[in-house]
């Protein structure tokens, strides 16, 4: 290339910078101006207010966040409070029912059996049996039983035990030997209620009755088949 080639090309380049120069001083002055009459700090204003909003927005779904958690908390509070005392009452009842024969129930206690000096009821020892059986059921009453049965038949403080001719009488049954006490409780308590010196077991033993005492894991007692009606007693509020 010759000289004259090689300058018209710087020629050119240069014009091309000139150009390009130009052009960036435009950009510049343009930018400049911009920033003079405050477009870019009113958008930045805008989104510092939209920012605001937004956080004061998210400060009261918070605030309900809280509240609903609170009022969850009292809800499920009160429905546990409510459960509870559902339970409460469950439990109540079941021991009444417990208490008054009307459901049957199983556990461990002990078992007595008991046979007359001639294995059977005699007019002349009738008394003795209706006596040595009301301190027998007596003895393990305050013993803790907390179910006792007479030949399968659940007794409970309305179970009437009465001598009849040469038999006893219970629940409206006729009872003859031998007799079967069944009470579910502490075994070990419940024996020793009735088997001490001096006791029942040992006073009917010197009578010449056959007593026999055996603790069971297990006894199941069926409910006792007669409703009781009241009739007189009423229940209310000692409250009121």
Request: proline share 2%; hydrophobic share 40%; aromatic share 8%.
């Amino acid at each position: 290339m010759n000289d004259k080639g090689k300058i018209t090309i710087k020629f050119i380049m240069l014009i091309i910078c000139i150009i390009i120069g130009f052009l960036f001083n435009m950009q510049y002055n343009s930018i400049k101006n911009q920033n003079a009459e405050g477009v870019y700090p009113q958008n930045i204003d805008e989104m510092r207010q939209r920012i605001a909003e937004i956080e004061i927005q998210r400060s009261e779904l918070n605030d309900q966040l809280i509240k609903a958690k609170n009022n969850l908390n009292v809800s499920q509070n009160e429905l546990q409070n409510f459960e509870d005392k559902i339970a409460e009452l469950e439990e109540l009842v079941d021991n009444y029912k417990i208490m008054s024969a009307t459901t049957s129930v199983r556990g461990s206690g002990i078992r007595v059996n008991v046979e007359n000096p001639d294995t059977e009821f005699a007019g002349a020892n009738i008394y003795n049996n209706y006596i040595y059986l009301l301190s027998i059921v007596s003895n393990l009453n305050s013993a803790g039983a907390e179910a006792i049965s007479i030949n399968d038949i659940r007794y409970n403080s309305y179970t009437e035990i009465i001598p009849v001719g040469d038999t006893l009488n219970i629940g409206g049954k006729k009872i003859v030997a031998p007799i079967k006490i069944e009470a579910i409780g502490n075994s070990r308590t419940l024996n020793a209620s009735i088997n001490f010196m001096g006791g029942i077991v040992e006073q009917m033993k010197t009578a010449g009755f056959n007593v026999e005492i055996e603790e069971v894991n297990e006894i199941n007692m069926q409910p006792s088949m007669k409703k009781i009606e009241f009739e007189y007693a009423q229940p209310y509020d000692l409250q009121n």
